[in-house]
């Protein structure tokens, strides 16, 4: 299912009638352009914020580095004889969290969920409308998206994070959210800077990375960030090579410096270990033990220049002229309801593009409107699974739960399971027994079944919850017709997969699940979401050492260096329960034609089935083999929307960058010479074209 004409159009709606960074004013900032230059609008931010931050003392420049305490997740009081806006932030990195007002803004899919869609249009989406209520909030920056790659499987906070396991994915999928969030004249935080990719002991342990892998793939979601205008990044808790995030030269600098980002660094909250403005932090959150009077005194010694002062405060000012915080003023409240009738659409319509048809065994699904008539819902579907916990989770005023939804969608009221031939039958199988005696009543089973996390802590496995293999084990047995709905913050293991006919992934899909689910269940919508991460066939099946994770006295070391996720399957010729890259669709979809050169490859999709529906034809690039690569690196994907018997040509670019590797020598990018081969299919173990080219 490609993202519905009503949900693009709102996106780009909301985009049209945003809050960038203007380019014709009023006659009220033209008035105040003599005493004011900062206020003229033709000049870029960049000057702006120069000619604003020659006109503070010091005193207020200082007072714009780190956080004081307010009303929002993060506060920095404002300059009021300069009309410096206060700067509010909140998180989080898939809605608006305000606990003091639960149900107050939408609780939208988190960022896996997304990035499962594949679907640049899908992300805009997003972040438009996360943007636009954090507006209405009253708030100025919002702390997300999530960029992290999602190297440990059992990762705590994998939910947040779109890159999924590949940073071509990353470096992609993160930009039309950072455009959405900004074009709503809200400032977007691309976080956790960098290697945040385990929580057991995220506040001490150092994450050992070398240098290639950590710019060939950590390093690149960040880097799309950057390419797409970001405005602030926040760096991690934990240490990279022995150095904290907040305080790492060799991190920072290559942000500031090879990627060549010009928004300023906060930190996360608590992460600051020193007076680090040297390094490359630029703000404190959310209080000032350092960088309050320490860098106060360090200013007055002179030991810290003036200079690198004025750098960070500039880097702050020019991204609120560049979102339009000075020239249309956000006097939005933090009390505002700023969830509607319209998102809750959208946040439906969002989590079926994200939903992944895994397997389905005897075309049992889609349903049929009118000839299913007997249903057994078994496990969470009273009470799903909708969210993460943490600064990513965001209580919803009310969830579309799938056993309400099917109800109403069956016509069915009052309390009774049946009326006439129609039966939802409902257990929420805690007695095992039980729920199998109900699958049987039935014409079909819908177990659904999942596992949450949160932030602060790792999985401590990768099954679902509450018993939930032995149910499904139970129901598949006592009803051959079975299908099984996982909600799942990352990877998930499935050892009933050959004994059900149906399984479908939502991810964390939230607060519309129900509606989502039984579009797709039904066939309103056709599935085409895609597996960001790789589905393994037991725990910790790529083999990590305790040095590898959670790490020893504190040191987590690479040495698996790019082989996770779909590489180490690769690498090691191991078949996943479920690849990469997969999902499936109502419809067949034929590949043909492929043309290779260093500049493109091309390749023809054509809709062999009886319905229309989205495919995500997946590039995968294998370098010669003197380059020290993976097997094959994804290096292109693009949704496409194709009625019965439609063909069209799927052209994927390429760039240099694309067809380099990291020279640890030189410190910088070297392109590649020899033999290459591309491989196009619908996932990374579904290839159906390849084609050779030399560079």
Known sequence: ??????????????????????????????????????????????????????????????????????????????????NVPTQKFNDGPQGFRDNARPGSSTSWPSGLTVAASFDLNVMLAWGTAMGKEFYDKGANVQLGPGLCIARVPKNGRNFEYLSGEDPHLGYHLVQPVIKGIQSQGVIANAKHYVNNNQETDRNSVSENVDERTENEIYYQPFAGAVDAGVGSVMCSYNKINDTYSCENPVTLGALKNQMGYKGWVMSDWGAT???????????????????????????????????????????????????????????????????????????????????????NKDNILPFSHGKTKKFALIGLAKDPITHGGGSGQVVPANVADPLSVLRSRLGLTGDQPCQGEVCVYFSDGSNTQEAAQMAKMAEVAVVFVGTTSHEGADRTSLNVDNNGDALVAAVAAAQADTVVVVATPGAILTPWRANVKGIVTNFMPGQEVGTAIWRILFGDANPSGKLPITFPNTDNEQGFTQNQWPGVNKEADYSEKMLFGYRWYDAHKVVPAFP??????????????????????????????????????????????????????????SKVMLAPGQATTVTFPLTSRDLSIWDISTHSWAAVKGSFTAAVGSSSRDLRQHASFTV
């Open 1 to 82: 299912m490609a993202l519905s004409a009503t949900a693009v159009l709102l996106a780009l709606a909301l985009c049209a009638t945003a809050h960038p960074h203007p380019h014709h004013g009023s006659a009220v900032h033209h008035q105040h352009h003599a005493v004011k230059p900062w206020m003229n609008i033709r000049d870029t931010p960049e000057d702006r914020a120069k000619k604003l931050v020659a006109e503070m003392t010091t005193e207020e420049k200082l007072s714009l580095l780190h956080g004081y305490p307010g009303e929002y997740v993060g506060n920095v009081p404002g300059i009021d004889r300069l």
């Open 273 to 359: 270990h020193s007076v680090s403005i040297v390094q490359g932090l630029d703000q404190e959150m959310p209080g000032g033990t350092y960088f309050g009077k320490p860098l106060e005194a360090a200013v007055q010694n002179g030991s810290i220049s003036m200079a690198k002062v004025d750098d960070s405060v500039v880097r702050i000012m020019a991204q609120y002229f560049a979102v339009g915080l000075f020239d249309k003023p956000n006097t939005n409240k933090i009390t505002n309801n700023v969830t509607s009738a319209e998102h809750r659409s959208l946040c439906a319509d969002l989590s079926a593009n994200s939903t992944v048809l895994l397997q």
């Open 580 to 637: 990469f890259g997969h999902g499936l669709s109502y419809t067949t979809f034929e590949y043909s034609s492929i043309t290779a050169s260093a500049s493109s490859v091309s390749v023809t999709v054509k809709n062999t089935g009886s319905v229309a529906g989205a495919e995500v034809p997946q590039l995968y690039i294998s370098f010669p083999a003197s380059a020290g690569e993976p097997p094959q690196v994804l290096r292109g994907f």
